[in-house]
C-alpha cells in the first residue's frame, strides 16, 4: 500500500514539474514578445508588493522529529542565506525593470520602501535593496564592500492596517466569525474533517482550521525543502490533492467576501490607487517614482484576491505583485498588474472587466466596493451588528437609565433655579414700586 502511494506521489510531482516547465516556456515566450512595450503610454510609477525570502519554520509541530534548533542553520522563522541571496536577484531583476524610473545612484526622493516590523520582511527588504542599488561613484564608502545602508521604514504590526494589515478591526473580525459560521464554510470543514482529525492526532497539535492546516503543511514544505526525512504519517499526505486544496483555500479566508476585503486589504489598495492619482496631478512629495512593500505570502495573496485576480495556491518565496501606472499622450494615466511568481518574467494579469491596461478612473470604479472611506470609522462595531450578548444590552440598558436620571436631576435643579430667580426678581420689583 506504501509503494503504491508513493508511487501516486512520484506521479504527482512529475506531473507538477511538467506544468511548472510548460509554465516557465509560456512566460519566456510571453516576455520575448515584451507586454510592457505593447502597454499605451509611458511607465511614470510602480509599487511593488512581494514576500519575504526563504525563511525557517516558525513553529514546528510537537510530535516533529526536526523540532530542535540543531537541525538548522538559522533561527525559527528567521531569513536565510537562500533567502537573502533570492532577494538580492530580486532587487538586480527590479533594477533593470526600473531603470527609467530610479538613477543608479541612491536617492530618497525616488524611492520609498515599507517593510512589516518582522524579521525577516525587513531582512529581506535590506537584501533586496543590496541587489537593487549597488554603490556607484559618491556612494561608495567602503571599496571592499558593495553595499550601501539605505532606510526600511516600518511601524509595529498592531498599528498597521497597510502592510501588515494587523491593526485592531472589531467589524472585521465580525464579519469574519459571520464567514466561518457559514454554511459553506461549515460544509468544507465537514468535508475534511478526517484529515484535520489525521493532522491533529499525529502532529501532537490540534488542526481545526484550514488556516492550522497551511501552517503544518508550511512546516513540511521547508523540511522537505531542506531534505529533511517526513514521518510517515505526514508522507501519506503531504502534497495529497485534499491537504494542497485546504492549505491554498486557507489564503482566501481573510479576503473572501468584500466586506472582508473591504477591512483586511483595502486600506493598501487605496494606498496605491490614491497615490497613483496624486502623481498623475503632479502633487507627489517627495515626487517619488517607486514605492516597495515588504511583506507575506498572505499580503500577496490578500491583494490578488481583492483584485479578483487570485487563483488559488500558495504564494511562493519573493512571489511579486507589480502595480504599474502608464500615461498616453493624451495625459490618460492607465494602470496595469503584474505577477511575479516563480517564473522569470511576471505575468500581465487581465484586470477584470477592464484587460491588461485599465484607466486609472476606471479603476477606481471597479474596486469602489473594497476602498474604505474611513477605515477606522467602519471597523467600529455599532450595536446593529451585535449580539445580545455582545451588545451587553443589560449594563448598556443601566447607563441608559443612569444617563436619564442624571438629566432628570439637572432639570430639576434648573427648575427650582429659575424658580428662586422669579422669586428675587418679584421682590426687587416690589421694592421698586
Not at 511548472?20 to 520575448?32: A, K, N, Q
Not at 508550511?218 to 514521518?231: A, G, M, Q, S, V
Request: hydrophobic fraction near 40%; include cysteine; proline fraction near 6%.
Amino acid at each position: 500500500m506504501q509503494a503504491v502511494l508513493m508511487m501516486r506521489k512520484d506521479s504527482c510531482y512529475c506531473l507538477k514539474a511538467f506544468v511548472l516547465l510548460v509554465i516557465s516556456i509560456w512566460c519566456l515566450e510571453v516576455g520575448s514578445t515584451d507586454v510592457q512595450t505593447s502597454l499605451p503610454g509611458q511607465l511614470k510609477f510602480a509599487h511593488v508588493i512581494y514576500r519575504h525570502g526563504d525563511r525557517m519554520p516558525v513553529d514546528p509541530y510537537p510530535t516533529d522529529p526536526w523540532n530542535d534548533r540543531k537541525y538548522w542553520p538559522t533561527g525559527w522563522g528567521q531569513l536565510t542565506n537562500r533567502g537573502k541571496l533570492q532577494h538580492y536577484e530580486l532587487g538586480k531583476w527590479l533594477r533593470k525593470r526600473y531603470s527609467s524610473l530610479l538613477d543608479t545612484k541612491y536617492d530618497n526622493e525616488q524611492i520609498y520602501v515599507q517593510s512589516t516590523d518582522v524579521e525577516r520582511t525587513l531582512m529581506s527588504a535590506e537584501s533586496n535593496l543590496a541587489g537593487l542599488y549597488e554603490p556607484v561613484g559618491d556612494d561608495v564608502w567602503n571599496a571592499q564592500i558593495k553595499w550601501q545602508p539605505i532606510p526600511v521604514h516600518t511601524v509595529p504590526e498592531k498599528e498597521d492596517a497597510i502592510v501588515a494589515a494587523k491593526a485592531p478591526c472589531p467589524a472585521f473580525e465580525y464579519y469574519l466569525e459571520n464567514f466561518m459560521n457559514s454554511e459553506k464554510y461549515r460544509s468544507l470543514l465537514a468535508r475534511y474533517k478526517n484529515l484535520f482529525d489525521y493532522l491533529s492526532n499525529n502532529s501532537g497539535r490540534a488542526v481545526q482550521t484550514f488556516i492550522d492546516a497551511q501552517y503544518l503543511n508550511n512546516t513540511l514544505f521547508i523540511e522537505t525543502l531542506y531534505n529533511r526525512t517526513l514521518p510517515v504519517w505526514a508522507q501519506k499526505v503531504y502534497g495529497s490533492p485534499d491537504l494542497t486544496f485546504i492549505s491554498n483555500f486557507a489564503f482566501s479566508i481573510n479576503t473572501h467576501t468584500r466586506k472582508l476585503a473591504r477591512l483586511k486589504t483595502g486600506p493598501l489598495l487605496k494606498d496605491v490607487l490614491n497615490r497613483f492619482e496624486i502623481k498623475h496631478k503632479k502633487q507627489l512629495k517627495p515626487d517619488r517614482n517607486v514605492f516597495i512593500y515588504s511583506a507575506h505570502d498572505t499580503t500577496v495573496a490578500n491583494l490578488l484576491n481583492t483584485l479578483k485576480l487570485f487563483q488559488f495556491h500558495s504564494p511562493p518565496y519573493t512571489a511579486c505583485i507589480l502595480l504599474e501606472l502608464r500615461v498616453d499622450d493624451k495625459d490618460t494615466p492607465f494602470v496595469s498588474v503584474f505577477y511575479k511568481n516563480t517564473t522569470a518574467e511576471p505575468l500581465p494579469m487581465n484586470i477584470p472587466g477592464c484587460g491588461i491596461s485599465c484607466p486609472l478612473a476606471k479603476m477606481f470604479e471597479l474596486y469602489e466596493e473594497v476602498l474604505p472611506e474611513n477605515w477606522v470609522d467602519e471597523c467600529k462595531r455599532s450595536t446593529l451588528t451585535m449580539t445580545y450578548e455582545e451588545a451587553n444590552l443589560g449594563a448598556a440598558t443601566g447607563i441608559l437609565i443612569g444617563i436619564i436620571a442624571i438629566l432628570l436631576l439637572a432639570s430639576y435643579g434648573l427648575m427650582i433655579y429659575y424658580r428662586r430667580r422669579d422669586y428675587k426678581m418679584h421682590n426687587s420689583y416690589a421694592q421698586m414700586a
